[in-house]
């Protein structure tokens, strides 16, 4: 954090939640009486473009952008686009990683590669990096779109808040307009902290 | 796009720029709001579309729109109308006489600069109008101030019988903040007043506005001069101070918190004396204003020493990893260090959709040698990208008819063979396509066009048109025949025909004939957007791997859902070395279009058994 700010920034590919993931966090942080600002550049994004959803929040938000190297927290729902946004990390910070490869047709017809091992190149980078597979998490539940629940489940334990107040705000969204998907998202977010946590454990018998 | 609906009064609501906008136009009283879709403005009319008691309606075009508001304004209501920023060049001549009358109820015009580009293709500065038309220009910085500066707008326009530009830019459109909100105040209309004088601009009546014009030029700097939204924040730091505006403003306190700031939130006409005294009282003085030297130029025509686009970009957002490091070079001191570079990744720019019927229309083209393919602006402008490479210019909404047109009228020897194809879509076709199409018919033009009617306007999220059927509000409404339209501009009956596009065989024989003839044809495409209800999705399919042989023909149908899972160069007999590719459908995805389907040879691709769990293949 600089000047009491918390930096979290969202990425992935048009259609994949990013926006709404990034809208839940924002009213997580504004139920704890933060200031909040969110911005995405996502031109094209329902075309299957890149997505980053900046999410600045604390007592006062000038700047709706975050820069390069001040990010606190990466979240990658997609794992060359967690790459591909990597440098916007603070030094040592977190990075959440969906390792999912989403192909787009120009790496398909063979204009350019698909980087070989993307979770490798951010550690190499000197990142904590906590990658599961989030895609087949939520296809294990029933429903490929339980999968941006999944990565805020991911994040309940890296936030500078309770877990409660961000499961509530999914939860709040699911009540009002599907309520035969709340408890599925209930569960998809248990999933993804589960996830988050045996990564983290991994990582660390990796290292030892 | 989040429905507002309405809130209890002094509520904090997480607003995205145009929400926020939105919000403050329905309090503001206002009855009669109009707009044509266009990135970064949409979302403003289609979230007041949400509110009662306004009458709203998505226009054929942002000049129509314009209109239909001034008139609005005309008869006492208080009227709103936004575009994006390339909708105002289209909407200008209406702005340009409308200077001359003023408004009975007040009139705003919000104007979306995509500053950026995200979705445009162009970057142009809007702040241009304030000065061409004479006419006040607010510049909010955030969410908030979006709200606050449209209401107070509205009275601004009212007191000074003036329309007003809210100029905003990308960075505010969509970037979501809190604003306290509160009730709406109804506003009814004061009537329309006859005053042919006023309302009438014959170069007699016209002759006799210009000079009050001049007169509340001068009405309005004096005002901005006193304006509470042009406010200095006093910083210790006094070796550069700022003149900003806009966005500029967060990123310049963002980045220099103890730097003096001037913010123009009412920025045209110009506060120079406001500006003139802030500049006594630091050593240097640095315009940042986004886009072009505006206010720069102004100040050192008015001999205020200052800089601003030496040091500054004349493109793009001027973000703090911009400023800061054009500022410490200015102040001799140690440029910031450069961050760790970032990883080489493909770039992902955005594809057609899944099934999308402009596939088919694109994969077709893409057969067909010695064509010059005049395009427009929409989703199938993406027809330029790969693997098709079919469109050869685009410039502006409509301008396929015209531009081919000319190269038809304009073609040298060397294209005397050259077949000419436009390519617009339904809703572009309504905004400023068919004058260029009857400019073909009446001027015996030799151009095909391909109409590519998918009932919606597709890149900036499907809302209606005259085309599709359907009003703002998803109720019925009067539906366009394209075959007839085009037929009563002239174009001949055995000219026009009506193709699906999911059709491969007929549409590649209707383009083929219709090309060979040299007159003007039209070829009418005719399925929905896959993004609207009309869309009825089908069986999807997957492939056999063992029938698959490599030939690639599905690949270049450049559907997302098709990929390929293995390369291999083999030499043909003829010693021809070919790259041969392997796919797999993402069955989960795909909608069963078929375009892929009907040219695959050896019949690889096939119904998939949905019986069996369905996977994510990885590569």
Same mark, same amino acid.
């Given at each position: 954090m600089t000047d009491n700010i918390t930096n979290i920034l969202v990425v992935g590919i048009g259609g994949q939640g990013v926006m709404t993931a990034t809208e839940i966090l924002a009213e997580a942080a504004i139920a704890l009486g933060h200031d909040v600002k969110k911005t995405e550049v996502a031109g094209m994004a329902q075309r299957g473009g890149v997505v980053s959803s900046h999410l600045r929040f604390g007592p006062k938000v000038l700047s709706p952008q975050i820069m390069a190297g001040t990010a606190d927290l990466l979240v990658g729902f997609e794992s060359a686009e967690t790459l591909r946004w990597c440098?916007?990390?603070?030094?040592?910070s977190l990075v959440l990683m969906n390792t999912a490869r989403l192909v787009p047709p120009v790496v398909d017809i063979g204009l350019y590669d698909y980087p070989d091992d993307p979770l490798a190149e951010i550690r190499a980078r000197g990142f904590e990096v906590h990658a599961f597979d989030a895609m087949e998490i939520a296809m294990d539940l029933g429903d490929v779109r339980l999968g941006n629940t999944v990565m805020l489940g991911a994040m309940a334990d890296h936030l500078?808040?309770?877990s409660e107040v961000l499961l509530e705000s999914i939860l709040k969204r699911f009540r009002a307009r599907k309520p035969q998907m709340v408890e599925l998202n209930r569960r998809a977010f248990e999933a993804g902290r589960s996830a988050d946590a045996a990564a983290a454990h991994e990582k660390k018998s990796v290292l030892a | 796009m989040a429905a507002v609906l309405p809130v209890p009064s002094a509520t904090r609501v997480l607003l995205s720029g145009n929400e926020a906008v939105a919000r403050a136009v329905w309090e503001s009283g206002v009855r009669v709001a109009a707009a044509y879709p266009g990135t970064p403005s949409t979302e403003m009319l289609e979230v007041i579309a949400t509110y009662p008691d306004i009458y709203t309606e998505w226009s054929v075009n942002e000049k129509v729109s314009l209109e239909v508001a001034i008139g609005a304004a005309f008869a006492g209501s208080r009227s709103f109308c936004c575009m994006k920023h390339v909708g105002m060049n289209v909407a200008s001549d209406a702005l340009m006489t409308l200077t001359l009358t003023g408004v009975a109820g007040g009139l705003v015009i919000a104007i979306a600069d995509d500053v950026g580009l995200s979705s445009s293709q162009n970057e142009q500065d809007s702040r241009y109008w304030g000065r061409f038309a004479h006419i006040p220009l607010f510049e909010p910085a955030d969410s908030q101030e979006a709200y606050e500066m449209t209401k107070a707008a509205f009275d601004f326009s009212e007191k000074f019988q003036v329309p007003v530009i809210l100029r905003m830019t990308t960075r505010i459109n969509h970037v979501k903040g809190l604003v306290t909100v509160g009730e709406r105040q109804a506003y009814p209309s004061s009537g329309f007043k006859k005053d042919p004088a006023r309302w009438v601009m014959t170069p007699a009546g016209a002759s006799k506005r210009i000079p009050m014009m001049f007169e509340r030029d001068i009405t309005l700097r004096a005002e901005a001069e006193i304006s509470?939204?042009?406010l200095i924040d006093n910083g210790k730091d006094k070796r550069v101070g700022f003149v900003t505006s806009g966005p500029a403003y967060m990123h310049v306190r963002e980045s220099f918190p103890d730097a003096p700031v001037l913010k123009l939130g009412f920025s045209c006409p110009v506060p120079l004396e406001k500006i003139r005294a802030f500049a006594a009282t630091v050593e240097l003085l640095v315009v940042a204003e986004e886009v072009e030297p505006l206010v720069e130029l102004e100040l050192k025509a008015a001999g205020i020493n200052c800089l601003g686009k030496e040091i500054l970009p004349r493109q793009g957002e001027l973000a703090p990893n911009v400023l800061k490091p054009a500022i410490a070079k200015l102040l001799g001191e140690p440029v910031p260090e450069g961050i760790t570079p970032a990883a080489k990744v493909f770039p992902r720019p955005p594809t057609m959709c899944v099934a999308c019927p402009h596939l088919g229309v694109y994969y077709t083209l893409a057969q067909i040698k010695n064509l010059t393919i005049s395009g427009d602006i929409g989703c199938y402008t993406l027809g330029a990208g790969h693997p098709w490479n079919a469109l050869d210019t685009t410039i502006s909404m409509g301008a396929s008819m015209g531009i081919a047109l000319g190269l038809d009228k304009g073609r040298g020897e060397s294209d005397k063979d050259k077949r000419i194809l436009a390519v617009i879509g339904d809703s572009t076709f309504l905004h400023m396509g068919m004058q260029g199409l009857l400019d073909i018919v009446y001027n015996g033009g030799n151009v095909t066009v391909l109409l590519l009617d998918n009932r919606a306007v597709g890149m900036t999220g499907g809302q209606s048109n005259p085309g599709t059927g359907r009003d703002i509000h998803g109720d019925e409404a009067p539906r366009v025949n394209f075959a007839q339209l085009v037929e009563s501009l002239g174009v001949k009956k055995e000219r026009i025909h009506v193709v699906d596009p999911y059709i491969l065989p007929a549409l590649f024989k209707t383009i083929r004939d219709e090309i060979k003839i040299p007159e003007v044809s039209v070829i009418i495409t005719d399925q929905p957007c896959v993004l609207i209800d009309d869309y009825k999705k089908q069986k999807p399919y997957e492939v056999i791997d063992d029938k698959c042989t490599g030939c690639g023909n599905c690949v270049d149908v450049g559907c997302p859902a098709i990929h390929v899972t293995r390369r291999e160069k083999v030499i043909k007999p003829s010693g021809k070395e070919v790259e041969l590719q392997f796919v797999r459908i993402e069955t989960s995805v795909c +909608?069963?279009?078929t375009l892929c389907v009907q040219p695959c040879a050896p019949d690889a691709?096939?119904?998939?058994?949905? +019986?069996?769990?369905m996977r994510l293949v990885r590569h």
């Open positions: 440098h916007y990390l603070k030094p040592g500078p808040f309770p | 509470p939204w042009n +909608t069963g279009c691709i096939v119904h998939a058994d949905l +019986t069996k769990p």
